[in-house]
């Protein structure tokens, strides 16, 4: 990780580590970089629904175009739509305003490359040198400054035109959506009335403040109430910037990213459509999911945490399905980035050619018990002394010990918060909370 970009763009509370110069820089910065290759380059941009988002998009759209690239502003839009539509209008870049499924207040900038990939790292560090060189930007006057070209539009219909032809007909079901208060709610109704469904959605209507606010991929009591209390046979919610989906089945409980990412594994295998004979996962990935894949002949690669890992593998492997345990599902026949909305209809798709309820499919995978626990720490600097501590890495490996093969733990800094993640998964969920506990107290201590 840089300086500015941590594992998912550039993160921060919004006007304080965030601000509109930080953007500016960003935007100037960028535009400085993509005019190497082309002249006036074009940037297409789109936001969840924070109340910072108007402040942000301005600031950059303002470094664009004083860089001399010309800016195209989308509106409220789901981070997958950006990636599609940098592809399918010619765009260099995309950017995306968005900080997915953490509090209103936090925002971030993610960009994508002109083929609709997140930017290389290589990329990152030369526009992280430039915000901190402005003095190394050139000025742009008179003809040479960027235009901003308002959208028709179009780039809903588009998008969503695009995620309804990637799935087949599906049989009538009675299924919630959670927007998230987010970017969904621009989108869900327009998608999903496409299909014989009869659809509940709550949380869609942002006002700025409300976005992840106990609701979405991270809050499911809501949908699971409103699931269980309608008799409906699932529920989906979707984060922020609707990259990643969590599910309920019929009884309310959780299908998360890893049992989404075994369905569908395990649908594609059966169609012969899953490639390179494997899935990638990540090293949080729980071990009912290799357990789950290796009994019908399909592997698990595990990447590092972030969805971007999960791709690079992905792509170096030859393998079209991954994912992560927190919902980000990547189908790369379908999608240069993980798509909430998407993986919900191939969910759907799963349950329409299996006649099965959702409860009976996810009985079918293991799951081991986990235990998370998140430890606030002093930004970056709170985060390199947690990890360099001798008393805490000693601690992990005699933990390790006890666990023995049943287990398994994993403590990293969080890419875009600063957190601690102390992740435990093993043979009980009272043994993996003992084990977390304790570990966590190193980290807590001064």
Same mark, same amino acid.
């Given at each position: ?39 006036? !380059? ?27 690239? =010309? ?30 499924? &953490? ?16 930017? !290389? ?12 060189? !402005? ?60 299909? =014989?469904?009869?659809?509940?959605? $709550?949380?869609?209507?942002? =006002? ?25 046979? #699932? ?9 990643? #989906? ?9 299908? =998360?990213?890893?049992? $989404? ?134 601690? $992990? ?22 957190? $601690? ?19 966590? &107290?190193?980290?807590?201590? !001064?």
């Amino acid at each position: 990780m840089g300086k500015y970009f941590g594992t998912d763009g550039i993160r921060g509370i919004a006007n304080a580590e965030l601000d509109a110069r930080l953007a500016y820089l960003t935007g100037f910065a960028a535009a400085e970089e993509l005019g190497r290759d082309k002249a006036r !380059p074009r940037v297409v941009i789109c936001k969840d629904t924070r109340i910072s988002g108007d402040m942000l998009e301005s600031a950059l759209i303002a470094g664009l175009c004083a860089g001399g690239a =010309d800016a195209s502003p989308l509106g409220v839009l789901p981070t997958p739509a950006a990636a599609l539509l940098t592809i399918e209008r010619g765009a260099d870049a995309g950017i995306v305003i968005s900080a997915s499924h &953490n509090p209103y207040e936090h925002n971030g900038i993610k960009l994508f490359g002109r083929e609709g990939f997140k930017i !290389p790292d290589e990329l990152e560090a030369r526009i992280e040198h430039l915000i901190d060189h !402005p003095e190394e930007l050139t000025t742009r006057v008179g003809g040479e400054l960027g235009r901003v070209a308002s959208d028709d539009g179009s780039g809903v219909e588009l998008y969503v035109g695009h995620v309804a032809r990637r799935v087949e007909r599906l049989r009538h079901m009675r299924v919630v959506f959670d927007c998230a208060n987010g970017a969904a709610s621009r989108t869900a109704r327009n998608l999903f009335s496409r299909f =014989d469904l009869d659809a509940e959605y $709550i949380s869609e209507q942002p =006002d700025g403040v409300n976005i992840n606010a106990d609701c979405g991929s991270t809050h499911l009591d809501a949908l699971r109430k409103a699931v269980v209390d309608g008799g409906f046979d #699932c529920g989906f919610a979707f984060d922020g910037d609707a990259d990643r #989906c969590l599910a309920v089945d019929e009884t309310g409980a959780t299908v =998360d990213g890893d049992a $989404i990412l075994a369905l569908c594994a395990a649908a594609m295998k059966e169609d012969g459509t899953l490639r390179g004979g494997a899935v990638v996962g990540t090293i949080m990935s729980n071990s009912g999911l290799l357990d789950y894949c290796k009994t019908r002949g399909i592997d698990v690669l595990l990447s590092d945490v972030g969805d971007r890992n999960v791709l690079e593998l992905m792509r170096a492997r030859g393998c079209n399905l991954g994912g992560e345990p927190s919902g980000h599902t990547i189908f790369t026949d379908d999608s240069t980035t993980g798509d909430g909305q998407l993986a919900a209809l191939k969910v759907l798709e799963v349950l329409s050619r299996s006649g099965k309820s959702l409860s009976e499919l996810r009985r079918e995978i293991p799951y081991y018990p986990q235990v998370m626990i998140n430890v606030k720490v002093a930004g970056a600097e709170g985060k390199a002394a947690a990890m360099a501590s001798a008393a805490l890495k000693a601690a $992990i490996e005699e933990e390790r010990a006890k666990l023995g093969g049943g287990g398994k733990i994993l403590v990293r800094p969080s890419g875009t918060e600063s957190l $601690i993640r102390v992740t435990v998964e093993a043979r009980t969920t009272e043994i993996a909370g003992k084990c977390a506990e304790r570990l966590v &107290n190193l980290i807590e201590l !001064p």
